[in-house]
C-alpha cells in the first residue's frame, strides 16, 4: 500500500552563512573566510529532507513576494514539493537567518521572521481537508503558535498522526501536548517544557517520561552526536548515533525530523525509524549549509547504513 503524503506546516528562510575559526563573543570580530547563501528554514527544511529520503510532500508556508519568495517556490517545485497551499505576503519579507558556522560545526543562528510570523489560521483553511487525509503531519514552531496549535487540533479530531519539532524552544500548553502523538525536543527543549535541568542522559529520561504525562504518545529527545532517546511512557531506549566528523551542524535536527516522517510513514516501528533518522542526519553534519546538506534516499544506501530501499 503506498505510504500517505506528509504535510509540512512551517517556515521557510534565506540563510546567509558565514564559516569561521570561532564563533565571535559580544563586541568582538571575526575575519572570515567564506560566506554563501542556501535557502533553509525549519519547516523548509524538514519538508525537503522527507521529500529527497522518498515521500510525497506537501508544505504551507507564507513567503515575501519578493526574490527570496520566487526562488523558494521554484526551488520547492524543483524538490518535487506540492506548493498548492503556499501563501504570499505583500507586506513582509520572506524569513532570513544569519548564520555562523565555526571550525568545529558548532553553529549560531539568529532569524528575522518575516512573512513566517504573519502566517494565519486563515491561510490554513483552505487546507483542512488536505491535512485530513495525510499521513503524518510535521510542525515545528518558528511560525505563530496559534497556527500550530491550530493544525494539532484540528490533525487529533481527524486521527492524523502528528509530529511536533518543539524548536526554537518554547514553553507549550497542555492542551496543544495533549494533541500531539510525537514530540521531538533536544536537550534544551526538553528541559523548557518538562520544567527540570537537562544535563545528561538521564536527566533527558526524567524529562521525556514527565513530558509523556503530559499527554504526548512518544517523546524522542535527540542528544546530537550520543544519538536519540525514545520514551514512550515510562519505557526508554537509546538509538546511538554514527560516529562522523562533523563539518556543520546546521539543519541536522531538520533532517531528523524529515527523516523520521517518511521511516514513520512507510510503516516502520518507532526504533527502526528513529535509526532511519539518525543515520540522514549523520550524513547532513558532514557537509555545509541547510538544505544543500541533505541526503537523498539513495545516499543512504550508498553508504550502507542499514537502511532498506
Known amino acids: 500500500m503506498r505510504a500517505k503524503k506528509i504535510v509540512v506546516v512551517g517556515s521557510a528562510n534565506m540563510d546567509m552563512v558565514v564559516k569561521t575559526a570561532h564563533i565571535p563573543v559580544p563586541g568582538e570580530t ?13 519547516g523548509a527544511n524538514q519538508a525537503v529532507a522527507a521529500s529527497r529520503l522518498g515521500a510525497e510532500v506537501i508544505f504551507i508556508s507564507k513567503l515575501g513576494n519578493d526574490i527570496f ?53 486563515d491561510d490554513i483553511k483552505n487546507a483542512l481537508s488536505t491535512i485530513a487525509d495525510a499521513g503524518i503531519i510535521l510542525l515545528q514552531l518558528e511560525i505563530p503558535m496559534a497556527v500550530v496549535e491550530y493544525v494539532a487540533d484540528y490533525a487529533a479530531s481527524h486521527n492524523v498522526r502528528t509530529i511536533l519539532n518543539p524548536a526554537p524552544a518554547a514553553v507549550l500548553s497542555e492542551t496543544l501536548l495533549s494533541h500531539i502523538d510525537i514530540l521531538t525536543p533536544n536537550e534544551t527543549e526538553a528541559a523548557m517544557i518538562a520544567g527540570i535541568p537537562v544535563n545528561n542522559i538521564e536527566d533527558a529520561k526524567k524529562a521525556a517520561v514527565l513530558i509523556c504525562g503530559k499527554g504526548v ?13 525514545i520514551c514512550e511512557g515510562n519505557r526508554c531506549m537509546m538509538v546511538e548515533a554514527r560516529k562522523v566528523q562533523p563539518v556543520d551542524t546546521t539543519a541536522a535536527g531538520d533532517v531528523f525530523n524529515g527523516a523520521l516522517a517518511v521511516a514513520l510513514s512507510e ?16 550524513i547532513s553534519v558532514t557537509r555545509l549549509g541547510a538544505q544543500s546538506s541533505i541526503p537523498y534516499r539513495n545516499e543512504l544506501i550508498a553508504q550502507t547504513l542499514n537502511i532498506p530501499g
Open 30 to 42: 571575526v575575519l572570515s573566510g567564506s560566506f554563501f547563501m542556501n535557502p533553509g528554514g525549519k
Open 69 to 121: 519568495g520566487k526562488q523558494f517556490s521554484q526551488l520547492f517545485s524543483e524538490e518535487n514539493i506540492d506548493i498548492s497551499f503556499l501563501a504570499s505576503d505583500d507586506t513582509l519579507p520572506s524569513g532570513v537567518a544569519l548564520i555562523t558556522v565555526d571550525a568545529e560545526g558548532e553553529n549560531s543562528i539568529v532569524v528575522a521572521s518575516g512573512a513566517n510570523a504573519n502566517l494565519r489560521v
Open 217 to 229: 504518545n512518544t517523546v524522542i529527545v535527540t542528544l546530537g552526536s550520543k544519538g536519540a532517546l
Open 267 to 282: 510503516g516502520k516501528n518507532m526504533e527502526d525509524a528513529v535509526r532511519f533518522a539518525c543515520d540522514a542526519a549523520a
